[in-house]
Structure formats: C-alpha cells, structure tokens
C-alpha cells in the first residue's frame, strides 16, 4: 500500500514557474518508481516525468522535456516536479504516481492531485 500527496499547484502566467511536492508514504513504497502524469477536461491522461528511486534514472515526456525537473528526496520520501517556462497547455490537474518501474505503463497507486493554472 502506497499513499501520495501532492502539494504545490496554483495559478501562473506563462512563461512562469511552479514547484510541485509529493510526499510519499506505505509499506511497499520501496517497491515503486514515482511519477507525475497530468489530466486536462477533455484530454488523455498524459505521463510527464518518472524517477527511479532505486537508480534516480529520470524520464519526461516530449511536451515536458528541458522545461520541468523531476528530483526526489528518498529520505525524506519526497519527489519535486520543478516546472519552468510554463505554457497555457500545461494547465492540467497533476497527479503524483506509483509504478513498479518507470514506463511500465499502469500506474497501481495515484494521490488527489494538485491543479495548475497557466494563463496566457
């Protein structure tokens, strides 16, 4: 069992940046690469970035990569999603994400999800 929460969202203009924060907890959370994936009304489900807590391997989506950062803190069982130079097509509701390994394809354990704004 794994619980996320994520934290962090808000309103901001384009060109703008964010920091997203999810802190992670559970008796299997060893067993599991944390990501971000992000959802719009009206649009697929969209993965944007992974980190492997094992190796700290880090994948992102084409949409999101050289403008958003995935770290984590194992630690303090945090993961960051810094996002910079923000575009109106980023507005979406993101979600912090449980997965066996990055890119397995079906995420097991997902929080409420944090909103963000980006206003032209």
């Known amino acids: 069992e794994v619980q996320l929460v994520e934290s962090g969202g808000g309103l901001v203009q384009a060109g703008g940046s964010l920091r997203l924060s999810c802190e992670a907890s559970?008796?299997?959370?060893?067993?599991?690469?944390i990501g971000w994936f992000r959802q719009a009304p009206g649009k697929e489900r969209e993965a944007v970035a992974c980190?492997?807590?094992?190796?700290?391997?880090?994948y992102y989506s084409d949409s999101v990569k050289g403008r958003f950062t995935i770290s984590s803190d194992n630690a303090r069982k945090m993961v960051f999603l810094q996002m910079n130079s923000l575009k109106p097509e980023d507005t979406a509701v993101y979600h912090c994400?449980?997965?066996?390994?990055?890119?397995?394809?079906?995420?097991?354990?997902w929080g409420q999800g944090t909103q963000v704004t980006v206003s032209s």
């Open positions: 994400a449980a997965e066996p390994w990055c890119l397995y394809g079906a995420y097991e354990y």
């Open positions: 980190i492997s807590r094992i190796d700290g391997n880090t």
């Open positions: 559970g008796s299997t959370l060893d067993d599991y690469a």
